[in-house]
């Protein structure tokens, strides 16, 4: 992270002698939670923590050998000062202010909810004490996490601020506690910060709908096919296939079809590109909006795709399968209906392609780990996220056709006059992979690639 | 990583010419292994490296290009020295101090066992020599390591010092050399740090007592039951189940528990704050260790579901089952028993919870990945935390009641007057969930939220 | 990451002043895709920028808020300038020179492959404008990265150059774009920077050949045993059992045999040292690369593992077993052959062995995570890697000789005078094994701790 010389520091840690140095100062106002917890880190890590309270005699319990005084008198000795105060009382700091020019304010506020105010909490805070420089930081942060150090999600600390000298203090001291900085900027940048603790994976909502909308509508068409009719025509209570035999149907539909949702946009992309000869026109937003949430789309699709694997995995266990299995043996009585090669060669194929697809898939999620994104180079991200992912993409097509086999022509199976749900499943996968074989032809590819590489004229 | 001006880097980098400066010599103290494997990096990193050697003439292969001097010769050469020497040989350092004056000396120690000494090693080679700024370092690092620069376990570096300015040269010979840099603060964490590549799971070594103990005390009651009762009262030899019928007894239940455990500390310590009506009195100890283990515990009981998982689904190739299965057929002759609805809806019901619950369980797994939790906020880690957490629970707990479902009330499952394993498994996962429904009360709920918001008060 | 102070930023930002300084302005050369993605970006995170062009008045659309005039008045505006040019273009910068002196150049460009020129790029781009400090960066991030912000494959940027101060501002500029920055040294590493875009996976090359070329030949091996051999002697076609019968005796054994490759090059390395008495002499080049790509060799193994997992679990849901099963059943009429315990403890060990070794190696490659092997300590890592790592090798050779079981004996099991593929299998682990036990026995391992610790008589 980014750093200045700070004069402070200097007579702080005079160089040349080797004697633990007098530890810094710091100053935090408000002794509620937050301050408290900030305060008991700061001490364990070898700071000194001064306290400005309105009522210093009666301010409840405080980290041992913090001291508390008066905000003014507190704030004259640091050269930093943790706001540890909501937000409605931060009035009373402009009359501070004097005592306050020149310092470094550090701003840990959040609010309850987003926009409850027209500016943010920081810049706020610069306008009543203009001669300070403000930085928004640590707010992401709990009291859990400090009293109990960096740990899982807590590891990171985001700041923003207009001075970099300011926002340099702020980094060394965050550092000191253990935690990774992320200057995110300006103090323009303070209300992103500030809503961040409120927003709860903000990029996963709209898969999320995706998914529940697809399963839901599937559900029900499943439903009225398998059930529903059963029981209407031949009067049978077959409902109990609601639990794992319905389920197992609109599973891998749903995971088929959003793993089709990762890769449209691309292929829209492409078109769009080829059709305006152009890559420097902007998509449309709902194109990039499609585009930023491939990754939770294939994840979810991912989900569903595992709970497949494990409904089928289970079907031998089965009471119901069992059963039948029993009773066909029963009916075969003595002799046994002869072997069938071809039925063998197919559904072996079927379990398979579904086999490999998974492996793919899984080898495409794991790479989407942060960690192991990292560590990959732009181009093996993109070969495994593209090549690998139309692969699997391809595998899991032609394992549903293996399981629709001559069922397309069969008339029994339309039930209602409706087609059995996996081939619906199978339309957009179909769509896709023939566009993209389209996109791969010499001549489209050519021009498309002449398209990306458009830069490449510019310098003319 | 904090830093201030070093300096020396001034005149070594002469801003303006734009010819590679001359690199930076630095001294290591110490021709053993990892003093040539440092200096080998060192050198292939293109700093110049000087070895300080008590007998520069035989002192074995050094990497090319290091040349190798008397330690007094040496460390007039450089301004941080590498101090790759035993404890045990420190002594001799005494005589050297006025060479090493105002030089960095970085203490890459490390001893056999924990509190061999009095004092860390650094503190004692800062006794030694009081003029020099002792920074602790590298010592996690393995000479294999540093030959083959920074991978998996050996990306990073801890260091801690009372000189800013000496940590700050240290931090930018690690992180050119590839590695990322903690600062562990002030050199009292010396210690520490030397214990640290000591240590062996600390954090795992009581969530696995617990799971070996349930392992064990639940194997021998299912033994009990199931194969020494057979023998007794039947003399039938069932201790083939052993191998899979067991153990696939025993990982769900203690599982289970485990996944329990992960979710009373957090219950009681609710309880106590209503109790107390505030939150600013600290925990009893043995409770905050339970809650700072509730990770490792859920990740065993994780461990322990997946085996039950494979367990499972295995059982239809087992010889015994399929011995079983076609006995059963054959038994059944011509005529077939009719088909039991209810029994269906129970199993496959069954059935599902359990995937559900295991799909579940996963993503809590995922999600405490380091890189996973790191990319999530607060909020969004403590949701799937806490809230997918508990549902997993309940998922899992339904699982294990629809596997009793009547055997409750069925005196034949109670062998010997004991109650099945899994109705023991039954009794902490029903608290759980009754006294996490209590706290869910709206009554209890808002008392909670203000008692833990205290601070909110605490301005007034 | 490394820094120094830099006389700019005084100047810059006045300290004491809380008013938003006027951002820094940076310079771009050359207005093509990535040119214009950088100034985007930089322009968002609140700098100023200026774009240098040949043809200022044609160059297309541009940012919002950016300016662009020609290179030489561009250059004079700014201390830092991205050369967003092709190397092919760069001659015309060497008429600038005189503008250019003691700027920061940011070299971002890559080749279309390896070794295209005699130089890196940006050596060339120093060459021509001597006066100026050259770094290599961004060139690993893509125009799309830059739009949209780091994310997956593009959070890290590398850089390298011979003065730190112009290192240092491109570090500053690199982090307040949210990039984190790795420092790989002076201009000399530019080349290897320039590479690394272009390379896919080279770690990987090695491992994959061998796993592709074990499972083809033993996939020949098994088709002319299990299918031709029948077809041959009995006239039979069982050519379907390929899809899964024959990948599910393949996968394993590649599985296994790359398992004990990642075990090999440590016991030779051992045993080398053992012979020469030292650890100071280097291995062998082969020996070196080959410990190198053990974790890709795990990896893949574990790929393998997973897929004979699954193989096995849909192994009751084939068509062809339910029918030989459902023949059997038949076959047995009324009377059922009795039950061998025996046959059952066999089996059931078998799978136990299997599920318990699958689950290690699970455990062993979710450490190899880079996230998860960088919580660990050297120490926790290679007991991981090493201990848990041959436990799994024992546990899946166990489970393949529980497989084998009296086979071995059996004359019928050698078909035209081939050992069946599971035996071939044995060899490699079966060797590893007995080489590590003697390895561990108390007169070789102190012998060989005693060469392995061979520094700690150096300084004698």
Chains 1, 2, 3 share one sequence.
């Not at 996996?422 to 389209?438: C, D, E, I």
């Amino acid at each position: 992270m980014s750093e200045k010389v700070k004069p402070e520091s200097v007579s702080l840690y005079p160089l040349g002698t080797a004697a633990a140095p007098e530890p810094e100062l710091l100053c935090i106002f408000g002794t509620g939670d937050f301050g408290r917890s900030l305060g008991q880190r700061l001490l364990q890590t070898g700071y000194r923590g001064v306290y400005g309270s309105r009522s210093p005699h009666s301010c409840g319990p405080l980290p041992q050998g913090a001291q508390v005084m008066s905000h003014a008198a507190a704030a004259q000795l640091a050269s930093l000062v943790f706001i540890c105060i909501h937000r409605e009382n931060y009035s009373f700091l402009e009359t501070l202010a004097p005592h306050l020019t020149g310092k470094v304010l550090v701003d840990v506020s959040n609010n309850l909810k987003k926009d409850l105010y027209p500016e943010a909490n920081a810049e706020y805070l610069q306008r009543l004490v203009p001669g300070a420089h403000v930085v928004k930081s640590f707010n992401t942060l709990s009291a859990w996490a400090l009293q109990n150090g960096p740990s899982d999600a807590n590891r990171q600390v985001y700041l923003c601020g207009n001075s970099p000298e300011a926002k340099q203090m702020v980094v060394e001291v965050a550092t000191k506690l253990g935690f990774t900085v992320l200057d995110r900027g300006s103090l323009y940048a303070a209300r992103e910060l500030e809503d961040f603790p409120l927003q709860l994976f903000p990029e996963w909502r709209l898969p999320l709908r995706v998914a529940v909308g697809l399963s839901a509508s599937f559900f029900f068409y499943v439903l009225i096919r398998d059930v529903i009719y059963e029981y209407v025509e031949q009067g049978k209570d077959t409902s109990f296939r609601i639990m794992v035999s319905l389920a197992n149907k609109v599973f891998p539909i749903v995971s088929l079809i959003m793993l089709c949702l990762c890769y449209v946009p691309g292929l829209i992309a492409a078109f769009l590109q080829l059709y305006r000869g152009t890559k420097y026109k902007r998509f449309p937003d709902w194109l990039d909006r499609w585009m930023l949430c491939r990754k939770q789309l294939g994840l979810l699709a991912l989900g569903f795709a595992s709970l497949h694997v494990l409904y089928t995995l289970i079907i031998p266990i089965r009471y119901y399968v069992r059963y039948r299995l029993a009773a066909i043996t029963i009916s075969q009585k003595n002799q046994t209906d002869e072997f069938v090669t071809g039925m063998a060669w197919r559904t072996d194929s079927y379990y398979s392609m579904g086999i490999l697809g998974f492996a793919l898939y899984l080898v495409v999620g794991i790479t989407s780990l942060p960690s192991v994104s990292n560590a990959l180079s732009w181009r093996e991200f993109s070969f495994i996220q593209s090549k690998l992912g139309y692969l699997t993409l391809f595998f899991c097509t032609f394992h549903t056709y293996l399981y629709g086999w001559n069922k397309f022509l069969n008339h029994s199976s339309y039930k209602w006059y409706t087609p059995p749900p996996y081939m619906l499943a199978l339309v957009l996968p179909s769509v896709v992979l023939v566009f993209k074989l389209l996109v791969l032809l010499p001549c489209v590819d050519r021009r498309l690639t002449r398209i990306r590489q458009g830069w490449e004229k510019d310098d003319k």
